[in-house]
């Protein structure tokens, strides 16, 4: 009986799938790079990544030669203020259609007043792998009250508009109370057309458009407090938002049009202001929560 068992435990243990470990292998050994927050195609048909450098830099590398050095593609660090642990150059989004107008945006922190700024820059005509400094059109600039919570993800939607990703202007607990305040540009997720009239025009079925209640047209969902990465599902074409939390659960939402997601009433599943008996309605819950037992400061996906 003893050798039956003994037979069956091997038998198993034989059938159960050996998981491979990962291997780390360090990507681009040329260079070494600063900060490194983003990374984006730029769609042109040239095979290159672009790594987005904290302190206001860009490169290009290309994955079929990690051994050659990195080009650097746009250096900015001369206007970035990147003193805060949270700010920087902290976003890139290419347009849809570079291959042919070569423009390009970018989100950055500077000071003086402390602010936010998303701006278009454009590739140099004679030399498709530089961009050129002096090219830089401002879309937009929104004051910060804090160094911490900026946000910064910039991306085209399926629909070609751009959207921008603003914390809520930081320190903690939302002392500004930004988050349920659509008066404000802070703690919320902007969609503008940058292909009308400069700076940009605000499409027609955003949805505080023609709000008589002060309420800025340019958000398209609000209630968050630091949304630091999202993305486009290619397949549904949802939006996916990675909130980070404060002091108990982090978020993964999937954003509607005019959603309140309900920082700072509640952060994850659970009340935050009050920390009991909080309100409930009209927010819309996270697709996923997760305890800072698990894991803190979702990242993206």
């Known amino acids: 009986m003893r050798a039956l068992i003994a037979a069956v435990l091997l038998i198993a243990w034989m059938a159960t799938p050996v998981v491979a470990q990962p291997v780390l292998t360090r990507a681009f050994p040329a260079h070494t790079f600063q900060n490194p927050v983003d990374l984006q ?4 048909g040239s095979g290159r990544l ?15 030669d990690e051994a050659a050095e990195p080009q650097a593609f746009l250096d900015i660090s001369d206007r970035v203020g990147d003193r805060g642990g949270e700010e920087g150059l902290l976003g890139l989004a290419f347009h849809p259609d570079y291959a042919s107008n070569g423009h390009f945006f970018v989100y950055y922190t500077a000071y003086n007043p402390r602010r936010s700024v998303v701006a278009r820059y454009t590739v140099d005509a004679g030399d498709a792998s530089r961009a050129q400094p002096g090219s830089e059109q401002v879309i937009l600039e929104i004051e910060q009250p804090f160094s911490n919570h900026n946000a910064g993800q910039l991306a085209f939607g399926p629909d070609g508009f751009l959207y921008i990703a603003l914390g809520d202007g930081g320190s903690g607990g939302d002392p500004i109370e930004a988050g349920e305040d659509p008066t404000t540009l802070l703690g919320a997720l902007l969609r503008i057309d940058v292909d009308g009239a400069a700076p940009y025009v605000i499409p027609a079925d955003n949805p505080f458009v023609g709000d008589t ?8 969902a609000y209630g968050l407090r630091n949304p630091w990465r999202f993305s486009f599902d290619p397949a549904t074409e949802r939006l996916w938002l990675a909130d980070v939390g404060q002091n108990a659960y982090e978020e993964v939402n999937v954003i509607e049009r005019g959603g309140n997601d309900g920082w700072d009433h509640r952060e994850g599943p659970a009340c935050f202001e009050p920390s009991v008996g909080c309100a409930t ?8 929560s997760y305890p800072h037992t698990l894991g803190r400061s979702i990242t993206g996906g």
């Open 50 to 64: 672009f790594v987005v450098e904290q302190p206001g830099f860009i490169v290009a590398v290309t994955p079929a």
């Open 281 to 288: 309605g009209g927010f819309i819950a996270p697709r996923h």
């Open 41 to 44: 195609h730029a769609g042109d």
């Open 213 to 220: 209640g002060g309420a800025r047209e340019e958000i398209w």
